[in-house]
């Protein structure tokens, strides 16, 4: 079980001093999140779904995180197992492949407020990976998707004393520590990754296999 909401409030607060949070701190957590999110792609914060294409588009999930583009894009042919691999190409060299490539690019619709996928592919359905944008966290129960709830509540706290405390100092301490935290988080995700069991210090120790 993750950190919930209520846990990383209440460690906000007290680093602020405070015993309770008042709606700027709430702002400034959901944005902690948003932050460390955007700082590395973590494998925690990927998601997959499918968007069938109609004349060659269809639009993107609305929690696509924009910053990290999409991690993988393919047609699943059920009648070989042939994989069928999107490439993502400059708009402006679609034009030097022909129709029926699987090359796509990106765009964004201003009138729908989405992103939208473009391929000179005309049909199918296209399995894809991308980062996520969470939701903002409002109910006590909700569960934080980063892992380190510490790190969330000290840049958290670190954006109210500047925004609202004025206290330089202890903004640049507690981002400090949140950096520390978050970047320690990356180095954890590329080491082991998200793994769906708890390792074995017999299976991953060759010494304890008398190995």
Same mark, same amino acid.
């Given at each position: 079980?993750?950190?919930?909401? @209520?846990?990383?409030?209440?460690? +906000?607060?007290?680093?602020?001093?405070?015993?309770? $949070?008042?709606?700027?701190?709430? !702002?400034?957590?959901?944005?902690?999140?948003?932050?460390?999110?955007?700082?590395?792609?973590?494998?925690?914060?990927?998601?997959?779904?499918?968007?069938?294409? $109609?004349? /060659?588009?269809?639009?993107?999930?609305?929690?696509?995180?924009?910053?990290? /583009?999409?991690?993988?894009?393919?047609?699943?042919? !059920?009648?070989?197992?042939?994989?069928?691999?999107?490439?993502?190409?400059?708009?402006?060299?679609?034009?030097?492949? !022909?129709?029926?490539?699987?090359?796509?690019?990106?765009?964004?619709?201003?009138?729908?407020?989405?992103?939208?996928?473009?391929? @000179?592919?005309? $049909?199918?359905?296209?399995?894809?990976?991308?980062?996520?944008?969470?939701?903002?966290?409002?109910?006590? +129960?909700?569960?934080?998707?980063?892992?380190?709830?510490?790190?969330?509540?000290?840049?958290?706290?670190?954006?109210?004393?500047? /925004?609202?405390?004025?206290? +330089?100092?202890?903004?640049?301490?507690?981002?400090?520590?949140?950096?520390?935290?978050?970047? +320690?988080?990356?180095?954890?995700?590329?080491?082991?990754?998200?793994?769906?069991? @708890?390792?074995?210090?017999?299976?991953?120790?060759?010494?304890?296999?008398?190995?």
């Amino acid at each position: 079980m993750g950190y919930t909401w @209520l846990k990383i409030k209440s460690r +906000a607060a007290a680093l602020m001093g405070e015993s309770s $949070t008042t709606s700027d701190l709430q !702002s400034h957590l959901n944005a902690a999140v948003q932050d460390i999110c955007n700082s590395y792609n973590f494998s925690w914060d990927v998601k997959t779904t499918t968007g069938t294409l $109609t004349a /060659g588009v269809f639009n993107l999930a609305t929690d696509f995180n924009p910053q990290w /583009g999409l991690l993988d894009a393919r047609i699943v042919a !059920s009648s070989d197992n042939d994989d069928n691999i999107f490439k993502q190409i400059d708009i402006s060299d679609r034009d030097s492949y !022909s129709s029926g490539d699987y090359v796509y690019w990106i765009t964004y619709d201003t009138s729908n407020k989405v992103h939208v996928f473009n391929s @000179l592919t005309q $049909t199918g359905t296209v399995t894809y990976y991308y980062q996520f944008s969470p939701a903002d966290m409002s109910a006590d +129960a909700d569960v934080c998707v980063v892992p380190d709830g510490e790190a969330v509540a000290y840049l958290g706290a670190s954006k109210m004393w500047i /925004g609202d405390e004025r206290n +330089a100092q202890l903004k640049e301490d507690y981002e400090q520590e949140a950096a520390g935290r978050i970047r +320690a988080m990356y180095i954890h995700d590329l080491a082991f990754g998200a793994r769906l069991s @708890l390792p074995s210090p017999v299976v991953d120790n060759p010494v304890l296999r008398g190995k």
